[in-house]
């Protein structure tokens, strides 16, 4: 596991204050909504706003972001594709 992916899943569980989510917990690969985690939509806009915040990356086209958001190891992948310099 990369330290990026580390540091997501710190994110996500503070910035979506999942209660009694140990970051340590989380697949890497496994899905962030669904079975998965249990995200919904209204997690995905404040993932959205994490990525903006903490990296600089805005997604050009939200409808592209289910791909993106599949699991914390697809969101490490496109944050390193697109940080900006």
Same mark, same amino acid.
């Given at each position: ?8 899943? +710190? ?11 140990? =970051? #340590? ?5 496994? =899905? ?12 995905? @806009?404040?993932? +959205? @706003?994490? @990525? ?12 592209? #972001?289910? =791909? ?5 190891? +697809? ?8 940080? =900006?310099?």
């Amino acid at each position: 596991m990369s330290e990026l992916e580390t540091r997501l899943k +710190t994110l996500i569980v503070s910035g979506l204050h999942l209660d009694g989510v140990d =970051p #340590a917990s989380i697949d890497s690969d496994a =899905p962030l909504f669904g079975d998965g985690l249990g995200l919904d939509s209204i997690d995905a @806009l404040e993932i +959205t @706003l994490l @990525l903006e915040k903490h990296y600089g990356i805005r997604l050009a086209n939200p409808a592209q #972001a289910k =791909p993106i958001f599949y699991s914390v190891a +697809t969101l490490a992948d496109f944050i390193r594709k697109n940080r =900006p310099q």
